[in-house]
């Protein structure tokens, strides 16, 4: 039986064109957009939660091993419950 659950793909970010909102050298779940692919441009999920489209000259794929797609995957899945971060000890010390 087949799962339900499609399986997420990652792209490396490698150029930000300015953008503000991207970070170089860091990964991010791409979603697939057919429309978005032939006017050349990605659709990828941002630290928000929200997905934006994006040049497709921004990024590249990148192979990735089956745990690291695991893992990458259930961080994602569970971003939006973890709790708010709070100041260290070391911080609040004068």
Known sequence: MASSR????????????????????????HLPDAVA???GYVRVVDESGED???????FIAVPL???AERELARRTE?????????????????
Request: proline fraction near 6%.
């Open 37 to 39: 692919a032939r006017e």
């Open 6 to 29: 499609r399986k997420k793909h990652f792209l490396l970010c490698v150029r930000s064109g300015g953008c503000e909102d991207l970070e170089l050298r860091k990964l991010y779940e």
């Open 52 to 58: 934006y489209l994006y040049p497709r000259t921004y």
């Open 78 to 94: 569970m971003r939006a419950s973890n709790p708010p971060l709070q100041r260290s000890a070391l911080v609040r010390r004068r």
């Open 65 to 67: 091993s089956r745990e």
